[in-house]
C-alpha cells in the first residue's frame, strides 16, 4: 500500500477542537453527581506507620467513605498490583494502599472520598499518620537493609544478553581497550494535564475512565484484581495531554477509585494536580553504566560489554523490570558491526517513586551509553568523531544484519545517514565557528550521534470500518492519542488504501466496548500497526464489494477491479468509489456491507534509524550553555504525513534536550524530592530551542505493507546523547574529560573549576 497522489494534506483535523478548548478530558467528562476521591501519601520515604483518627475522620461533613488496605481486605480483596517480570526477577508485593509500611514519598496510604475536594482534604488532614522513619536506601548499589524480603540484597534482576564469553575474549585479544562510567539520570516526564481518573458501577457493571494509552491493559487488569469476567468492565480514554509512555501504567489509584465506587453505588472522580503527579507519575532512566570497548589496530569497534545498575524505584512498576533489560538489549550495539557484544544489568530497588517507561523506554538509555562511549573513544583516539563511527558500521550490503542480541535490522543505509549529517551539520565549517566563538571568550562544540531504534509493542491490530447512516465513515483503531494526530493520520492511511476521503472519517479510539481489541499506544507501533490492519480492511472491503457490485453493474466479478479508489469493469461507464458502493448496498439492504473488521499481525519488527547533530556554546564565566543549532537526519521509512513526523521529531528532541541540558528528578539525603513543582523542576522553552532541522532518507521497511519505520520515540534516542557530546566536545579543550549531565550552569561551572584546579588544562 502507497500513499496516493490524491491524499488529503494539511493541518491535523484534532486541532481547531483542541486548540479552541473543545477538548474532552477525563476529569471533564466524570458524571456530575459523582464524588471526590483525595488521597492521604507518605510524608516520608522509608517508615513503619499506623493511622489514627480514621472513625472520627469518617463522621466529618461530606465525607462518604475512607478506605485503607484493610478496607481492601475486607471486600476479599488483595490490594497487590501486578507487574510484567523478567525471568527471575524478584516479584515483593505493591499494595494498593500501603499496608504497614510506606517505601517512598507520595506512596498512597488512604483514599478519602467526599462531596467535595475541600471536604476530602479536610477529612485527610485529620487523620494521624503515625509513623517511624526507617533508614533509606537511596545508593544505586546492591546491599543495604532490604526494602523487600524477596530480595534481600535489594536485587530485584540480574539480566543477561548477547555473547558474553565471546565479549571478554574479544575485549582480551583487542589491540586497544578502553573503559567509560556514564551516569542516565532520573526524570520525571511531566505531561501537559496531570493524572485523573473516575470510576462508576451501573448494574454490576464497572466502568472506568481515564488518561491512558490502552484501553484493554487497564481493562484486564481491573478484572483480575475484582476477580470478575472482562466482560464485565469497561474502560474509556477520552482526549489525553501528553502520553510519552508514562500514562500506560495501572497505577494505584485506578482500582482504588473503582473500589470506592463500588462500595458507596456512586460514581468516584480523582484529579492530580501537578506535585503529586510529579511525586508519584512513574519515574525515568536513572541508571548508570560501565561501558568497556575493544578496538582492533585500525581502532574499529570489534567488542563491546555494558554493566549498568538500573534504579527500579521502591517497587515494581508494570514495565519496570523490562526497561533496561530487554528493550535497552533490542539496541545494544546500535549502527555498528560488532558481534562480540554483550550486556548484564541489575536492577536496585531503592526508596524513590517506581521507575517505568518513558519516551523510547531503554533504547535511549543504551543509546545514550554507546554513543558518549563512541564519542569518548573518539577523542582518546584523536580522530574525527564522524570518520571514526563510519569506519565501525554496518554497511549496507549486510542487512539484514543479525545482531549479537537476537535482533534482526532490516534495512538502511547507515554510513548514508552519516554522511548526510556531516554534510547538513556542515562539519568542515565547524573549526571556523569554534574560533569565531573563542574570540568571544566562549566555548563551541559539537556533538554527533547515530541511533537506530526498534519498535516495540504489540504486533497485531484489530480495526473496523462502518460506513453510517449519514454518508461518513467511522473508523475503529486499537491505538489510542495522546496528541500525536491520530484522527488525522489514521483517517489519511484509510484515505490512501481506499480512496475513502479523509474528512468524511470519523476515528473512534479509547472505548474498550467499541473495540473488542487493541494494542494501544506504545513502541511507536500505532501507525505502522495501524497501516498493516488498514491495509487487510481495505482487502476484505474490495473483495465484499466486488461482488455485489458486479451484480448491480450487470458485469462478471473477475472484470471488476479496483484502482485509485474507484471500481471500474470494461463496458460499463459507471466507477462508483467505496462511499457510493456503500449507498448501493444500503439502498439494496445489505447491511452485511456496511461494516468490515480485519485483524493483521506485522510480519517483523522494523527498526528506525538516523543521525543528529548539536551545536553548542558555553559560556566558561557562568557555565551557561547555549543549544545554537540542531540537525536531523533520519529514515522513518514511508511517510504517510511528513508534518506530524517532523512535529514527533520535534518533540522527541526537545524531551531529550531537557534531560540533558536542565531536567533532573533529585532527591535529598532523606529520599525527599527536590523538585515537585514547575518552579523548582526546569524544562525547556522555545527560547531554549534552536529550529530543529529536519530532512529524510528513507529505505522503506519490508516488514510491513506501507514500507513505515516509526517515529514517536526517535527524537528523544538521538537528542541526549547528541547535546552531551555536544558539550563535552566543548570543555574538552579545558581539560573536562568525563562531563556527566544535567548539564545546568552551576555543574559546568564546577567542572571546569574542578578541571582547572587539577592543571589538567
Known sequence: MTPKSGTSQGGRFEDIRLLSGHGRYTDETAPAD??????????????????DGLEEARTMPGVADILTAAEIRAEGIDPDLPATLVKGGASPPRPALAEG???HVGEAIACVVATSRAAALDAAEAIALDFEELPAKLDLAEGGAPLHEEAPENRAYTFRAGAWDAAEAGLEAAAHRLSFEIADHRVICNPMEPRAAWAGWTEGRLHVCLGGQNVWWIKSRLAAWFSVPESQVRVTIPDVGGGFGTRAMFYPEYPVLALAARRLGRPVRWASDRSETMLTDAGARDLVSTVEMG?????RLTAYRVRNLSNLGAYNSQFGQGIQCGNFSRVLTGV?????AAMETVGIYTNTTPTDAYRGAGRPEAIYALERAMDQAARVFGEDPASFRRRSMIRPDQLPYATATGESYDVGDFPGILDALCKKADLDGFEARR?????????????????IEAILGAPDETTTVEFTQEG??????GTQSAGQGHETVHARLLEARTGIPAHAVDVVMGDSDLIAKGGGTGGSRSVTVQAMVTDRAGEMMEAAFASFLAAELGVPEDALTFEDGRFRAEGSNAAPDLMEAARMARAAGRGDLLKHTATATLPGRSFPNGAHAAEVEVDPETGDVSLLSYKVVDDFGTLI???????????????GVGQALMERAAHDEEGQALAVTFMDYAMPRAYDLPMIEFSQRPIPSPRNPVGMKGCGEAGTVGAIAAVSNAVQDALWARGVRNA???FTASRVWAMLQEAAGSGDS
Not at 578496538?295 to 581502532?299: C, M, S, T, V
Not at 574560533?435 to 541511533?451: F, Q, W
Not at 461518513?472 to 483503531?477: G, S, T
Not at 514527533?648 to 526537545?654: E, L, M, P, T
Open 641 to 655: 504525513d511528513p508534518v506530524l513526523a517532523i512535529g514527533q521529531v520535534h518533540g522527541g528532541v526537545a524531551q
Open 34 to 51: 459523582a464524588l471526590v476521591a483525595v488521597f492521604l501519601r507518605a510524608p516520608v520515604a522509608h517508615a513503619t506507620i499506623s493511622l
Open 295 to 299: 578496538f582492533d589496530a585500525q581502532k
Open 435 to 451: 574560533a569565531a566563538s573563542e574570540a568571544k571568550g566562549r566555548l563551541r562544540g559539537i556533538g554527533l550521534v547515530t541511533y
Open 740 to 742: 556527566q549531565m544535567p
Open 336 to 340: 555498528y558491526d560488532v558481534q562480540d
Open 101 to 103: 509500611r510506606v517505601r
Open 472 to 477: 461518513r465513515v467511522r473508523l475503529y483503531v
